[in-house]
């Protein structure tokens, strides 16, 4: 069992909303559509579940072609981030609902809502009304709903979102275990590249409606393909700073030089773009570690979380955010020198294609 996209597109009004995507989603798979705010993740699965109908391309389900076919006529489940429950129906009413729609005996809807409801740990709360409970309450019920549908694909666009993070981070661990036995594809959206480090399975990058990158979850954090889907996939986006190669030493834009070593060992003399991630910025040298790099920077803005700092900088032209451990709370307008392990650095062409690997990366 597969969804295939190919060649989707979707225009409005002469606007490309989605552009050319082509994707292989199989059965049971955890897929992640990861990007931020009007990327295009919705469209696209709106487009997977029949609500909208492509411009452009088709879509086919095990081989067979859905293109157009109403959402009526296929096993879709979807679960927003705005959930949806019957405030009329108590839980076990709500997650029997599509049930009695497939004309299922009452011993069979029995048996689904007391499993799904165990899963989910609702078993306690089944003669209740959706408006009696939790936020996490009646998202894990509208869960629920969709996972005793038994759909073939299941789409979750945002679902955890309006949730507090106590919520969020339990529901989070358990989705791809809750899904894990149904052999369904589920597909994902979030704005948030930990979400999808955390739910594993693919992840698809998506940015302005183009897909970037499609594959493994930890494969695509390590080694993207280019600039922008490093920036996506990365939280805070990704630092860049404009370097060039001549003879052996790497020049920055500052005036800096260091031995082309590391990522850099294999350029060809020439321009390129360097990126790094703001949790490798470090406020001392790394300890042990040869060739590190010195930055001196101005600190435009602090934002102290408690645990964490992050660290608005200026370089030059270039504007960097830095995550580091602890409380630093630094003046606007003061300079600091920040510190870069060379094995955190990846090496993209001007034109943003991937040209080395972080070290770290590539080891991993």
Request: neutral net charge; charged residues 25%; contains cysteine.
């Amino acid at each position: 069992m597969a969804l295939e996209l190919d060649g989707v597109t979707k225009t409005v009004a002469g606007r490309a909303h989605i552009h050319p995507t082509h994707l292989t989603l199989e059965r049971g798979t955890m897929n992640v559509l990861l990007g931020p705010t009007l990327s295009g993740k919705t469209t696209l699965m709106r487009l997977m579940a029949g609500l909208e109908v492509p411009s452009a391309g088709r879509l086919r389900w095990n081989g067979e072609d859905v293109t157009g076919q109403r959402v009526q006529d296929r096993k879709v489940a979807m679960v927003y981030q705005q959930f949806i429950n019957y405030p009329s129906m108590s839980v076990y009413e709500n997650i029997a609902s599509p049930l009695r729609l497939l004309r299922k005996s009452a011993a069979e809807i029995d048996r689904d809502v007391r499993k799904a409801a165990d899963l989910l740990k609702l078993t306690p709360l089944l003669a209740r009304k959706p408006l009696e409970l939790s936020g996490g309450q009646q998202q894990r019920c509208a869960l629920a709903r969709a996972l005793v549908k038994e759909a073939g694909l299941v789409l979750l666009d945002e679902p955890l979102a309006n949730l507090d993070y106590k919520l969020r981070e339990e529901l989070r661990a358990e989705i791809p275990n809750i899904f894990a036995e149904s052999g369904s594809i589920f597909v994902y959206a979030t704005t948030e590249p930990e979400e999808a480090l955390l739910l594993g399975g693919n992840t698809a990058t998506l940015w302005e409606g183009r897909v970037t990158q499609f594959g493994p979850t930890a494969e695509v954090y390590r080694k993207p393909k280019d600039a922008l889907t490093a920036r996506v996939f990365s939280d805070p986006p990704m630092n860049f700073v404009r370097v060039s190669r001549t003879g052996g030493r790497i020049m920055f834009g500052d005036g800096q030089s260091v031995e082309a070593a590391g990522a850099f060992a294999g350029l060809r003399d020439g321009r390129y773009l360097a990126g790094f991630r703001s949790n490798h910025l470090e406020l001392a040298r790394p300890a042990g570690i040869g060739g590190a790099l010195e930055f001196r920077t101005r600190v435009s803005v602090t934002e102290i979380t408690g645990s964490e700092t992050f660290l608005h900088l200026d370089h030059g032209t270039d504007r960097w955010i830095g995550l580091v451990s602890g409380v630093h709370d630094r003046a606007p307008g003061s300079d600091l020198s920040v510190w870069l392990d060379p094995a955190h650095v990846y090496v993209f062409a001007e034109d943003g294609g991937l040209v080395a690997s972080a070290a770290y990366a590539a080891a991993a």
